[in-house]
């Protein structure tokens, strides 16, 4: 019995497109007083929990911003496989946070453009996340101590809880980049 295969069916291209893979759920996140943000995603209906922790990165703020404007280097974690994503975006609001991506980075120092740039390369990670609840004081006391007892004893911390949605994200990817370029090397080389 001879197979025969048509050219194009059954065969994997290396360019594939994947599909992003948009998660929605609600974040549970304490805005420090610091400048840092640390809390929670919960992807809905399957309740995944990851990690989100972030740093404010310090610049120049822009002229055209308001004073509320703040750029974050967020990292979110996957509890599961011990792996992190980084990607950099924009906090609106003083308490009562709005967190998206960087639509541009003109006008702010070149590292920072670099850094925003760079993230937004290979895999663009996308983020959105919008304030529904404020919690503070005690409600934020009371949170944090049941949700989040490694920050107890941060005071003046607030409490954000809203929907939030991730898209773009591939924990897989640093791997699937390293993989790629091993098996270029290896066909290039010739040894195929």
């Known amino acids: 019995m001879d197979i025969v295969a048509e050219a194009g069916k059954g065969v994997e291209s290396k360019k594939e497109k994947k599909v992003e893979k948009k998660m929605e759920g609600v974040a549970s996140i304490a805005l420090l007083p610091c400048g840092s943000i640390s809390g929670h995603f919960i992807q809905l209906p399957h309740s995944i929990c990851y990690g989100l922790h972030g740093t404010e990165l310090a610049c120049e703020r822009e002229c055209s911003r308001g ?11 996957d509890y ?43 895999n663009k990670i996308l983020v959105s996340f919008e304030c529904e609840t404020l919690k503070a004081e005690k409600a934020a006391e009371d949170h944090i101590r049941l949700y989040m007892p490694k920050l107890v ?5 607030v409490v954000n809880v809203g929907r939030m949605s991730i898209s773009g994200l591939n924990f897989d990817a ?14 290039d080389s010739g040894n195929l």
């Not at 370029?181 to 066909?187: G, L, R």
């Open 67 to 77: 004073e509320d404007y703040r750029l974050i280097k967020l990292t979110i974690i």
């Open 174 to 187: 640093e791997e699937d980049d390293l993989k790629q370029n091993i098996e270029s090397v290896y066909y």
């Open 80 to 122: 599961s496989s011990k792996k992190e994503q980084s990607v950099v975006v924009e906090c609106k609001g003083h308490d009562a946070a709005r967190i998206h991506n960087v639509d541009h980075a003109h006008g702010w120092e070149k590292d920072v453009v670099g850094m925003v740039e760079e993230k937004q390369g290979k």
């Open 153 to 157: 004893g941060q005071d003046a911390a």
